[in-house]
């Protein structure tokens, strides 16, 4: 019998490792390697169901995180009595790769991850869809095929925010984009943000490629060094809340109060920093983290009962969240 065991086991990892192709980005409903074939004819049985789900995220540390978690447990409570495993990596990819092989080794049904690395993620994700997992990628895209990838609209969020930019300062002035970790999500909403801006040939974007590395830190640094560099700004756009909360603080210390900060979040920080009138942090696109999640354990149970997606990349709205509507903003 252990004979047996050994020799299916090698032929097993023998067809794992003729998977691994050339790089595809986020399509896997269309796709023709092996794992989506196998994936495919496992997923076509009438009467499967939806029993375990596991989310895999950076930080449950952080409150973005923590909203797609209950986001998570509140869809699968509306389908039924449906396991909820919801593991944080701290943004390790090995950790992160670790908890994915646990899923799938568990027989989970649904594996929902927020990527700490697009392209290190990989290799797991062809071997869960091997097995027959059904793989949502959420938030943050991810080069290798998934059963659906979810995400904010970032390029609307850049779009709104700077549309608002452009339309308190009436269509001109010096502006600044506090930029970010070159990723996908951080280069579409900056790309929108140049779209709106485009329309206005009296704004001038003075500084768009310092990149304030998502954090409060990052954004205190760049903003404090901007503000040294440019005795007047009219309007900031920062990439994410985060930053933009660190470049509020730079404003303070700097006793600079001529222009005003648009993050892209709706984090609590950046609500708590809206509600102070002493800064200058005056709106964020929003984020919904819970409504993705939602929209994730929807996706994937209708996958597991053999109902694709029509499109297997599905883009979340944002809304624009200013001082003047913060009371009806419900947050995360």
């Known amino acids: 019998m252990n004979?047996?065991?050994?020799?299916?086991?090698?032929?097993?990892?023998?067809?794992?490792?003729?998977?691994?192709?050339?790089?595809?980005?986020?399509?896997?409903?269309?796709?023709?390697?092996?794992?989506?074939?196998i994936s495919a004819e496992s997923l076509s049985t009438p009467n499967r169901k939806l029993q375990t789900i596991g989310v895999a995220l950076g930080d449950l540390g952080n409150p973005f995180y923590n909203a797609v978690q209950k986001g998570a447990e509140t869809e699968a409570k509306k389908i039924g009595?449906?396991?909820?495993?919801?593991?944080?990596?701290?943004?390790?990819?090995?950790?992160?790769?670790?908890?994915?092989?646990?899923?799938?080794?568990?027989?989970?049904?649904?594996?929902?991850l927020s990527a700490v690395d697009k392209k290190g993620v990989k290799p797991v994700i062809d071997q869960a869809r091997l097995a027959g997992r059904v793989v949502i990628a959420?938030?943050?895209?991810?080069?290798?095929?998934?059963?659906?990838?979810?995400?904010?609209?970032?390029?609307?969020?850049?779009e709104i925010a700077c549309q608002y930019i452009a339309d308190r300062i009436?269509?001109?002035?010096?502006?600044?984009?506090?930029?970010g970790t070159p990723m996908d999500s951080i280069n579409q909403r900056v790309g929108g943000c140049e779209k709106s801006l485009s329309k206005y040939p009296n704004i001038k974007l003075i500084s768009k490629d310092q990149n304030a590395e998502g954090t409060r830190?990052?954004?205190?640094?760049?903003?404090?060094?901007?503000?040294?560099?440019?005795?007047?700004?009219?309007?900031?756009?920062?990439?994410?809340d985060q930053s933009g909360v660190g470049a509020d603080l730079a404003a303070r210390q700097a006793r600079r109060k001529e222009f005003f900060?648009?993050?892209?979040?709706?984090?609590?920080?950046?609500?708590?920093?809206?509600?102070d009138k002493d800064g200058v942090f005056a709106a964020t696109a929003a984020q919904n983290p819970a409504g993705m999640a939602e929209?994730?354990?929807?996706?994937?149970?209708?996958?597991?009962?053999g109902k694709k997606p029509e499109s297997p990349n599905i883009l979340i709205p944002v809304n624009l969240v200013t001082r003047e509507n913060l009371s009806s903003y419900k947050g995360w």
């Open 217 to 240: 830190d990052g954004g205190l640094r760049v903003m404090s060094d901007l503000l040294t560099t440019f005795p007047k700004i009219d309007a900031v756009f920062a990439t994410n």
């Open 138 to 158: 959420l938030d943050s895209a991810v080069d290798a095929d998934v059963d659906a990838m979810i995400s904010s609209n970032n390029t609307q969020a850049g």
């Open 261 to 275: 900060i648009v993050g892209v979040d709706g984090s609590p920080d950046a609500t708590k920093a809206m509600e």
């Open 170 to 179: 009436k269509g001109q002035g010096s502006v600044v984009i506090l930029n």
């Open 295 to 305: 929209k994730a354990v929807q996706i994937g149970n209708d996958i597991i009962q």
């Open 3 to 37: 004979r047996i065991a050994l020799i299916v086991g090698i032929l097993g990892f023998a067809v794992v490792g003729c998977t691994n192709g050339g790089q595809n980005h986020n399509t896997a409903t269309n796709t023709t390697n092996t794992a989506t074939n």
């Open 81 to 112: 009595n449906i396991r909820v495993n919801a593991v944080s990596s701290a943004f390790d990819l090995n950790q992160q790769t670790n908890q994915i092989e646990n899923f799938t080794a568990a027989n989970t049904d649904l594996i929902i």
